[in-house]
């Protein structure tokens, strides 16, 4: 089964293979904290949950819940 994230108009396919899209996932987290560097951001640790999200279930509940407090706080759903 394809596993696709989607953000607005942009749409990337993630690997099949589970090990490899947890150890993307890691590594953008990772790489996000070092946001302060010229190339990398901050923008990278939403996104690497996102990623793992799909494959560690309890992830994906932290996930939903936050997404759930976004639209109850705002009426719109969260950008990621």
Known sequence: MARTIKI????????DWAPARILIGLL???AG???FLPV???WMIP???V???HDI???RLL???VMGWWRGRSGTPPPA
């Open 8 to 15: 607005g108009s942009w749409s990337h396919t993630l690997p």
């Open 28 to 30: 953008l987290i990772l």
């Open 33 to 35: 904290f070092l946001g």
């Open 40 to 42: 990398l951001g901050f």
């Open 47 to 49: 996104l690497g949950v």
């Open 51 to 53: 990623v793992l999200s």
């Open 57 to 59: 279930p309890y992830v």
């Open 63 to 65: 996930r939903q819940r």
